[in-house]
């Protein structure tokens, strides 16, 4: 699958280290995630080639569930095996699992939340180069051809246009397959394309009736199984099963869910830790966490196994080549408007601007580059 020999292979405790410091410290939603991944471990630490991270990429997207969540156990399995994929999941949401516990004890016991918009305003615009770096040297393995650079073009068009993201990588990849292969397709050939898709879209939703921890892990799992999009599509489901269908939580509670979900670092379904809580104190945290994590867990255990079948195969290979490009074009989309929302004025557009040096001058690690943008944005509070 890679053009570069495999890396030596790590420990679970290697593993384990690394993306607890990366879930300490990954604010910016999963487009930064997946960037601040691909610095520390494609770029320093020679983990996977590029080509191998675009394949993973390009398979989370295939997936339902968080996708940087998710490429945490890819690159984990990759580096120590079936344990380095749980260690790997784990250790990515913990810290923010933890931080969002404390958050939800304090809300639950004083009705408000903490006042940090501060820390947004100057960590906001630190990912934005980030992103775009990760941008540049993924679509250079991305875009291999006309095929594909027209492919990329049109999906980021279609998103732009408001159009489906799973249409647009579907699409995507089948008209790279169809264009990248002459011969008529050999029967079984495009077996390896099936990555599993929504594995428990059967669980049964939960009814209007009294809470309980049981029903309320039974929609955790439900929302973790059918979770595609971004975060705000997993608050679409908070909202349409949590407030509308049993009136457990309010819509101010899950705005307040929302809120706290976009400045803690780490993975935004961790969401589900806060409304656990408040739903059903430390026991119901756990559930609710444990509930929309199973199904990614479960996806890609059985997906990464695949993913050098599907390279090797000459129609798979290029499905996932056009679903790679598709995923990138999508990624420009977001990263656009996280640039709207994060660079607001001249002071922003400045730390942006001195966080991009600190990344392609100087190479500094994206930890150090993020606890930058938090610094300046306390000072930018004290001003």
């Known amino acids: 699958m890679a053009d570069t020999p495999a890396p030596a292979r790590g ?9 607890l410091r990366i879930g300490l410290t990954a604010f910016g939603g999963p487009a930064a995630h997946i960037a601040i991944m691909r610095h520390e471990l494609v770029e320093r630490r020679k983990w996977v080639s590029e080509a191998h991270y675009l394949d993973l990429l390009g398979a989370t997207n295939l997936i339902p569930g968080p996708n940087s969540s998710e490429m945490s156990m890819h690159l984990g399995f990759v580096r120590a095996g079936w344990i380095g994929l749980l260690a790997g999941g784990v250790a990515f949401l913990l ?28 960590i906001k615009p630190v990912t934005i180069p980030l992103i775009v770096l990760a941008l540049w040297g993924l679509g250079r393995k991305a875009v291999k051809g006309a095929t594909t650079a027209l492919v990329g073009l049109v999906a980021l068009a279609a998103h732009l246009a408001g159009v489906n993201f799973v249409i647009v990588l579907l699409a995507g990849g089948a ?24 594995l428990l879209g059967g669980l049964a939703s939960g009814s209007a009736s009294g809470f309980s921890l049981w029903n309320m892990t039974l929609i955790f799992l439900k929302i973790g199984a059918l979770l595609y999009g971004s975060g705000y599509v997993l608050f679409a489901y908070m909202q349409a099963d949590l407030v509308q269908a049993n009136g457990w939580l309010t819509e101010q509670q899950l705005l307040d869910a929302i809120a706290i ?19 059903g104190g430390v026991p119901g945290a756990v559930l609710a966490t444990a509930g929309i994590y199973a199904p990614a867990f479960v996806a890609v255990a059985l997906s ?16 996932l080549d056009g679903v790679n490009v598709a995923a990138l074009a999508l990624m420009v989309g977001v990263t656009w408007e996280l640039g709207r929302a994060a660079l607001v004025d ?17 190479r500094i690690n994206s930890t150090w580059v993020v606890l930058f943008g938090a610094v300046m944005g306390l000072l930018s509070a004290a001003l």
């Open 11 to 19: 420990n679970w405790r290697e593993v384990a280290a690394i993306f």
């Open 95 to 122: 810290p923010a699992m933890i931080i969002v516990l404390g958050i939800a004890w304090g809300y639950v016991r004083y009705g408000t939340t903490p006042a940090v918009e501060w820390l947004l305003y100057g």
């Open 175 to 198: 008209v790279v397959m169809l264009a990248d292969n002459a011969r008529p397709l050999r029967p079984g050939a495009g077996r390896a394309l099936w990555l599993p898709l929504p």
């Open 261 to 279: 979900g976009q400045f803690t670092p780490g993975p935004l379904s961790t969401s589900a830790t806060f409304i656990g809580y408040v739903l």
């Open 304 to 319: 990464n196994p695949l993913i050098p079948r599907i390279r090797r195969s000459r129609w798979a290979g290029a499905f």
């Open 346 to 362: 001249p002071f922003t557009v400045l730390i942006g601007a001195v966080a991009a040096a600190l990344l392609v001058r100087w």
